[in-house]
């Protein structure tokens, strides 16, 4: 691949994948340019990520438009400015747009916490997925990226990788040990997603 796949990343907090993205990206151990950072939140410190690592960004709500098509349809077109290629989700808490899945269809990727089909879908998000293994006695977790479509933590697992639930685990232990996972298996993900190798 010659030219380096343009990607958009979209966040709702304090962007650590994203960050492991922009470091895979310098490396060279991901083939893509992330052109822009999309956030739900202005004070999103992922933003301040995005402009230490000049890239744009652009914050995306709902009630700054008269109505939803108004807004998918902004950005649509700013995505289509930036010439992205590629979503990756990264903490981002909104369910995205039936528009933009179908624009980008098996072209957006998240990373969930926990090993899919297990805890996912509306709600299981951040510490409530940790919580929730810890109390349902489960031995392992892990990080799943997958595909996304219409629904919550639904499409094509494209990776996973395990982790032990320790005795002594809490909800912060447990999300530390997933988020060392989540580092390093996204970026796999969506280079091999971007080579072709998942479809």
Do not use: C, W
Not at 103 to 120: C, D, M, Q, S, T
Not at 148 to 176: F, N, W
Request: no cysteine.
């Amino acid at each position: 691949m010659d030219s380096k796949a343009k990607i958009a990343v979209f966040i709702s907090g304090g962007g650590t994948n994203l960050q492991s993205l922009i470091d895979a990206s310098k490396e060279g151990r991901l083939s893509a340019e992330i052109v822009l950072v999309v956030s739900s939140k202005a004070n999103a410190y992922g933003l301040e990520r995005a402009k230490n690592a000049g890239i744009d960004t652009f914050v995306f709500k709902m009630k700054n438009y008269p109505g939803r098509e108004e807004a998918e349809k902004d950005l649509l077109e700013m995505l289509q400015e930036y010439g992205v290629e590629y979503i990756a989700l990264a903490g981002y808490l909104k369910l995205i747009p039936a528009s933009l899945i179908k624009k980008y269809r098996h072209r957006i990727a998240n990373i969930h916490p926990a090993l899919l089909p297990k805890y996912g879908g509306k709600g299981m998000y951040g510490h409530h997925v940790h919580e929730a293994v810890i109390a349902a006695g489960d031995k392992e977790s892990g990080a799943t990226v997958h595909i996304v479509d219409e629904i919550y933590d639904h499409g094509k697992i494209l990776i996973q990788e395990k982790v032990p639930v320790m005795p002594d685990d809490d909800a912060d232990k447990l999300a530390a040990r997933v988020l060392k996972i989540e580092h390093k298996i996204y970026p796999t993900a969506l280079e091999n997603l971007i080579r072709g190798e998942e479809k």
